[in-house]
């Protein structure tokens, strides 16, 4: 907080909130590449996309079974009951009742019900979250607009429904999409705020972390889109998926 400044790049521009260029260029940079790499590595890990499309599927199929049948699983805590009325029009207190432990538990208990008690792709889906038995993921390379992806996954669809697993919430394309950053120039395209961090000396800003006699790092990183599109399914249908999709699948680390 110290390297925090306000300054302008000409003198009837508004003030902008900088950083120090003597001391504040190193800890911006950290700040921006650990960020990218949080990214790369945490939020966008497939594991971690895989559980949270499998989370997705269990509260489209609640909402899917409430409407084919007018009922909720029983018990159902009024949060998660009120979410699905709504459609998602919570008040913030009753958003901000919707936390990890609460879905947890209603997982836990509805994983728990018995066969005929419960709707079974709802069971099964909670079942698999609790028990920490995740989907696997293949990494696709080719664009999904593409006729010849587009038939491949129309028959693995067919596949799907002859083993007992509906398409609709056992096949789940994933896509994850970051932009590290973006320097002025992108930014004023999008029509949004500047987010391109500026170094400040004499309440002027002498540069920006986005230039590359700044910080080269930054520089290879920046207004460059990293997506990576990816499918979901259960672990016993992975080498059916493998087979049908090979001439679409990337073989790099996911």
């Known amino acids: 907080l110290i390297n925090l400044r306000l300054a302008r790049r000409r003198k009837d521009d508004d003030d902008r909130l900088c950083l120090n260029a003597a ?3 190193h800890a911006a940079e ?5 960020r990218a790499l949080m990214y790369q590595q945490v939020y966008y890990h497939k594991t971690a996309r895989a559980a949270e499309q499998m989370i997705r599927m269990v509260l489209q199929r609640l909402a899917d079974a409430h409407r084919e049948t007018g009922r909720f699983p029983d018990p159902c805590p009024p949060p998660i009951r009120r979410l699905i009325e709504t459609g998602g029009g919570l008040t913030a207190e009753e ?3 919707l ?3 609460l879905f947890l538990s209603a997982f836990e208990e509805w994983a728990a019900a018995p066969r005929d ?3 079974p792709i709802l069971r099964d889906l909670c079942d698999r979250i609790t028990r920490r038995h995740l989907f696997k993921t293949v990494r696709i390379t080719a664009d999904t607009r593409h006729r010849a992806y587009t038939q491949a996954i129309q028959s693995l669809g067919t596949q799907f429904q002859q083993r007992g697993f509906d398409p609709q919430y056992y096949l789940v394309e994933d ?3 970051d932009m590290p ?3 002025l120039a992108y930014s004023d395209r999008l029509g949004r705020a500047p987010e391109d961090i500026g170094l400040a000396r004499d309440g002027r800003i002498v ?3 986005s230039e590359r006699t700044v910080s080269p790092l930054i520089d290879s990183i920046r207004n460059e889109p990293r997506q990576i599109h990816r499918l979901c399914f259960p672990a016993e249908m992975r080498s059916i998926v493998e087979r049908r999709l090979r001439p679409f699948i990337s073989w790099e680390r996911q």
């Open 30 to 34: 950290q700040f921006v590449i650990a």
């Open 95 to 97: 958003y901000l009742r």
């Open 207 to 209: 540069g920006y972390m």
């Open 99 to 101: 936390d990890d432990w």
């Open 117 to 119: 008690a419960l709707d």
């Open 175 to 177: 896509d994850a999409t």
């Open 181 to 183: 950053y973006r320097d």
């Open 23 to 25: 001391k504040g260029y």
